[in-house]
């Protein structure tokens, strides 16, 4: 009877040590399962943070997109206008009809200068996009006419083709020579503007940043000022 009992003992034995181990090794697959769980929902957490900062990233983006594109876009709006007046201004007088009876025959209109006439078919050139010609005409047309009254004209145009080349470098000089030569210019704070915008361009940022701030506090309530704000906010400044 005793040997019978302890056999019993040690089967039950045997089969409770089965049935632990076997718990045990489903406890290990479990937790394993458990950590991949983890280490996954890690990874997506991990993603979705990226994600999300990419898409912070170019959302700013856009909104600095949006506002150069605007201040493009009036800048063009600008050039166009004043290509258009300079085109059609002295073109277009009419004359004045004196007063009295009948209908008097109009007064002669004064001949158009040939640098008035050489200027307008430069700036054909320029407002078609020949941008190359156009810069090529302008430094000819000042060399040769020092004196003329549109110099101021001439050289903002010029400075323009070489921007719209790309030509920064070449264009900041000549914004800067209508800048000394003439203070009084109709194009003068215009000029100023672009000069800044060749030295963001050429990587001249806290030059850039200093002229922005000037046009800004020196000119407000301007179309310059506004788009000079509009730079400075790109510039992080």
Known sequence: MVKRALVALLVLGGLVGCQSEEQLKKMQVEMGDMKMEVFKLRRQMEESNQKQEAEFAAADEGRKLDRRFQ?????????????TRNLNGRLQEVPSRRAGKGSPAPEPQAPVQDDEKALQSVLLDYNRGNYALAAESLDLFVKSNPGTSRKSDALFYLGLSHYNLKAYDKAKAVFEQLLKEHPTSNQFLPAKLKRAQCLKWLGLKPAAIQAFKEIKSGFPSTSEARTAQQELEDLGA
């Open 71 to 83: 201040a493009d876009l009036q800048d063009t709006l600008r050039q166009l206008q004043d290509s």
